[in-house]
């Protein structure tokens, strides 16, 4: 299996399977992935009715051109049949929540590429997005990074990563995991997921916009949401501005005329640029398009 096409993602917005009004609205939001959420936001009893909702949500959620995720749940007998019920050519990615190392994503890439073949598709069609929210797991982020060619992005479940090691999940808590996460994934080459602010917490726009600023300059490159007042935050915050692919344009045409004149750095816009910093520009100009 070769390894999926790499994720470019900004915002991911959380709606449950089995909400019908959240669902109808979802593809308006801006979001450039909707995750339909079998976990969490579905209650035990629900569950089923919440498999048998996704091939109408899945085209309802995605009809803007949104990518559609499905979150399946960590416990194994509810895992194969999410995944039974999320296989398909409308669902490009399955979030993994509770994931317990690098062995356990091999295990659920078999599963899921035993319904791709079924079904005709492509093996690999279906990516994945990791997410670590138990202590164990965290010295494992590099293996699970690069566990298996499906992996696209990489994150933390904060609030239960905090409830496992008995704390508050603030700043100073997150700060030390997050930028292990960032790192794993960095060198994986692929997404880091998050930031180094609240996540359920929308009562303060102007304060989650502030942490995400600060989480983008630390390396992150996309957040998951649960509420649609986030979505433009992070959409502003983690995709370049106007302004900053302006620049980088600019930056490159400047350092291109300096290699075609035989230098290996110039100055551009009073500072000195060379390969590193022409390196970033390019990626910068990648996620605009």
């Not at 994720?7 to 450039?32: C, N, Q, Y």
Request: proline share 7%.
């Amino acid at each position: 299996m070769t390894r999926a096409a790499p994720a470019t993602w900004r915002s991911l917005m959380f709606v449950p399977a089995t909400g019908e009004k959240f669902i109808a609205k979802a593809h308006t939001r801006g979001a450039d992935v909707i995750i339909l959420d079998l976990e969490d936001s579905v209650p035990p009893g629900e569950k089923r009715a919440a498999r048998a909702a996704l091939t109408a949500a899945a085209a309802t959620v995605g009809q803007a051109g949104a990518e559609v995720a499905v979150r399946i749940n960590r416990p194994l007998e509810h895992a194969v049949l999410d995944i039974a019920a999320a296989v398909k050519p409308a669902v490009g990615t399955l979030v993994l929540p509770k994931v317990m190392g690098p062995e356990h994503v091999h295990l659920l890439s078999e599963v899921v590429a035993a319904h791709e073949a079924a079904q005709g598709m492509e093996i690999g069609h279906t990516r994945f997005v990791a997410v670590v929210e138990t202590p164990d797991a965290l010295a494992l982020l590099p293996a699970i990074a690069m566990a298996d060619p499906r992996v696209v992005a990489l994150g933390l479940g904060v609030e239960d990563l905090a409830t496992e090691i008995e704390a508050i999940p603030s700043a100073d808590m997150i700060y030390h995991f997050a930028m292990m996460v960032v790192t794993a994934a960095r060198a994986a080459r692929i997404q880091p997921m998050g930031s180094v602010g609240p996540f359920a917490d929308f009562s303060d726009l102007a304060a989650y916009r502030a942490s995400l600023k600060r989480s983008r300059a630390l390396g992150f490159a996309c957040q998951a949401c649960i509420h649609p007042a986030q979505v433009p935050i992070i959409n502003d915050e983690y995709g370049p501005s106007p302004t900053e692919v302006e620049h980088a344009r600019g930056l490159i045409a400047a350092f291109d005329v300096a290699i075609a004149d035989g230098k290996g750095a110039v100055a551009f816009e009073g500072a000195m640029i060379d390969l590193p910093v022409v390196e970033r520009a390019r990626r910068l100009l990648a996620r605009a398009r």
